[in-house]
T-cell receptor, first 118, second 109 residues
Framework: DTGVSQDPRHKITKRGQNVTFRCDPI?????LYWYRQTLGQGPEFLTY????????KSRLLSDRFSAERPKGSFSTLEIQRTEQGDSAMYLC????????????????FGAGSRLTVL | EDQVTQSPEALRLQEGESSSLNCSYT??????LFWYRQDPGKGPEFLFT???AGEEKEKERLKATLTKKESFLHITAPKPEDSATYLC??????????FGAGTRLFVKA
């Protein structure tokens, strides 16, 4: 397993266009998270899935954002009608739900998808 | 509101100069506190998990401690390769994890 993969790594788009990011988690992980990170800030929670179910979505997330995880495997994050304020690094992470132990619920992150909205 | 606050925002050290990073939290239900390291252009990388007050974890030059309201990441005799952003995160009930803004550490040779 090569870890969490995100695609594309970089995306430049014009304001008003739609963009979609893909995340392939570690295969045995059943939880998948999306975060947004801007320069000098920590990752900001957007949403997370357990298997294919979206369990929580940040109230900061506008209706222009939608995430899916069909069949509980890869996930996509779509941003419609992009705005300049959407420019950020979008991070995906996955984790394995288990009861205890040193690795319980640790998030493994991908390298991120950097979005620039012109 | 659940919140994680890290200080200082940035820390500049000479090689070998030990120091500590602080993470304070106000959350309704702590289910674990995590430290991550993030290098420029990369995703955060896991360092430690702490679950209860008084717990300590060590890895090479790093030692993490936890009290009821805050955690410290102690760096002993740092080297230039320890330069990175160190992120503190807390897991809430329901497995949502929130992060602080991070401390950017610069270690000069």
């Amino acid at each position: 397993d090569t870890g969490v993969s995100q695609d594309p790594r970089h995306k430049i788009t014009k304001r008003g266009q739609n963009v979609t990011f893909r995340c392939d988690p570690i295969s045995e992980h059943n939880r998948l998270y999306w975060y947004r990170q801007t320069l000098g800030q920590g990752p900001e929670f957007l949403t997370y899935f357990q298997n294919e179910a979206q369990l929580e979505k940040s109230r900061l997330l506008s209706d222009r954002f939608s995430a899916e995880r069909p069949k509980g495997s890869f996930s996509t994050l779509e941003i419609q009608r992009t705005e300049q304020g959407d420019s950020a690094m979008y991070l995906c992470a996955s984790s394995l739900l288990r009861g205890g132990g040193a690795g319980a619920n640790v998030l493994t992150f991908g390298a991120g998808s950097r979005l620039t909205v012109l | 509101e659940d919140q994680v606050t890290q200080s200082p925002e940035a820390l500049r050290l000479q090689e070998g100069e030990s120091s500590s990073l602080n993470c304070s939290y106000t959350v309704s239900g702590l289910r674990g506190l995590f430290w991550y390291r993030q290098d420029p252009g990369k995703g955060p990388e896991f360092l430690f998990t702490l679950y209860s007050a008084g717990e300590e974890k060590e890895k090479e030059r790093l030692k993490a401690t936890l009290t009821k309201k805050e955690s410290f990441l102690h760096i002993t005799a740092p080297k230039p390769e320890d330069s990175a952003t160190y992120l503190c995160a807390v897991r809430l009930g329901g497995f949502k994890t929130i992060f602080g803004a991070g401390t950017r550490l610069f270690v000069k040779a």
